[in-house]
C-alpha cells in the first residue's frame, strides 16, 4: 500500500488559460507543452490503517495550501478502490517553489502516479492524465514526456486527457529559466482565469482562435519547424497576456526584467540564435532554444539587469514509478 513516482514540471507553449463553466476542472482552451527534464518532484504516498486522518507534507513542512488539493485527489482514487484507508503523503522539489515553474503540475502528476501504484489501480496514463487535470488542469499534461497535448473537450467526451505528440529524444530543445522575481503573484491562476472568463473583452477571442493555433503548432513541432514553433509560441503567450491585461482588475504578471529578457531574446533571435521566450502568469521568462545554444542564452539573459540567476534544462519523461523511498 505504499509507492513512489517522480514526475517534472512542463511549460505551455499554446497556453492554457480560463476553464469551462461545468466543473471537474475542464479547461477552455486546448494547450500544448513542453516537459521539463532536470527539475522534478518526488512524492511517496503510504496507505496506513492506523491514520486517523490524511496527512501531507512538501518538502518537510506541511503545506495547508495544497492540501486540500491532494487530500480531493485521494479521495478520488479512493472511491475507484472502494476504500477509506487514510494515508501519508511527503512530497519534495528538487526546484525553488518561487521560480515559476508549476510546481502544481509535477506534484500532482507524481501523486495520481504513486497513489495508482500504491493502491495497484493500474489506470491507463490517459486516465491518471484526466485524474491529475481535475486537481490542476497543467498536471493533466506531465503524464507524458515531451511534447504534450490537452485538447479541450470533444462533443461526445465524458473528460479531457493530455496525449503525447512527440518524444523528447526526437527533438531535444533546451530551455532557459530566468528568474526575475521570487516573490508569490497576487493574483493565482486559477482565480485569474475565472477573472478573465468574467471580466476580459478579449477572452472570446481567445477561444475561438485556440484550436487554430494548436494545430499550427502542433505541424511546426511535427515538422521540427523551430521557426515556426517559434511564431506560434510567442504569440500564444502574448495573446494570453492580453487577456489577462484586459481582465478587471487588470492582470500584470510582468516585472520590468520580465520585458527586458524578451526584447533580448527577440535581439538574439535576429541576430541568427534559434530561441524564442514564454512567459506564464508571473514574471519569469523562459527561453526555448535549438540543442547547443542554452549556455550562450543563459549568458545573455544572465547579463539582463533584474535578472537573479537562471536554470537550465532539457526535455524529459513523463510521470512514473521509481523504487527509492
Ligand atoms: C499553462 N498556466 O498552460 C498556463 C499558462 C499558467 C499560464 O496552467 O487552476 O496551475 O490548477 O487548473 O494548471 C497554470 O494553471 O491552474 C497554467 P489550475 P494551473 O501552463
Known sequence: MQATARAQPNIALVKYWGKQ??????????????????????????????????????????????????IN??????????????????????????????SSASGFAALVT?????????LE???????????????ARSLFGGFVELWSLRPGEQESAAKPLLDAEDWPLEVVVAVV???????????G???????????????????????VCRHAVMDRNFEGLAEISERSCLKMHAVALATQPGLIYWQGPTIECMHRIRQLRDGGTPVFFTVDAGPQVKAVCLPGHASAVAAELDAVPGVKRTLITGLGPGARVVQEG
Open 181 to 191: 522575481s521570487e516573490e508569490a503573484k497576487v493574483i493565482g491562476s486559477t482565480r
Open 125 to 139: 496514463t490517459a486516465r491518471l492524465s484526466s485524474l491529475a487535470r481535475r486537481l490542476s488542469g497543467s498536471a
Open 114 to 122: 504513486a497513489v495508482d501504484a500504491a493502491l495497484e489501480l493500474s
Open 193 to 215: 482565469m475565472e477573472l478573465s472568463r468574467e471580466t476580459s473583452e478579449y477572452y472570446a477571442q481567445w477561444l475561438n482562435s485556440a484550436d487554430y493555433d494548436m494545430e
Open 73 to 102: 485527489g485521494l479521495e478520488m482514487m479512493r472511491n475507484l478502490k472502494g476504500i477509506d484507508t487514510k494515508a501519508a503523503v511527503e512530497s519534495e522539489n528538487n526546484f525553488p517553489t518561487g521560480a515559476g515553474l508549476a
Open 21 to 70: 463553466t461545468g466543473g471537474n476542472n475542464e479547461p477552455a482552451v486546448s494547450s500544448l507543452s513542453i516537459t521539463l527534464d532536470t527539475l522534478w518532484t518526488r512524492t511517496h504516498v503510504r496507505f496506513d490503517p492506523q491514520l486517523p486522518s490524511d496527512e501531507f507534507t512538501l518538502n518537510g513542512a506541511r503545506d495547508p495550501a495544497q492540501a486540500r488539493r491532494v
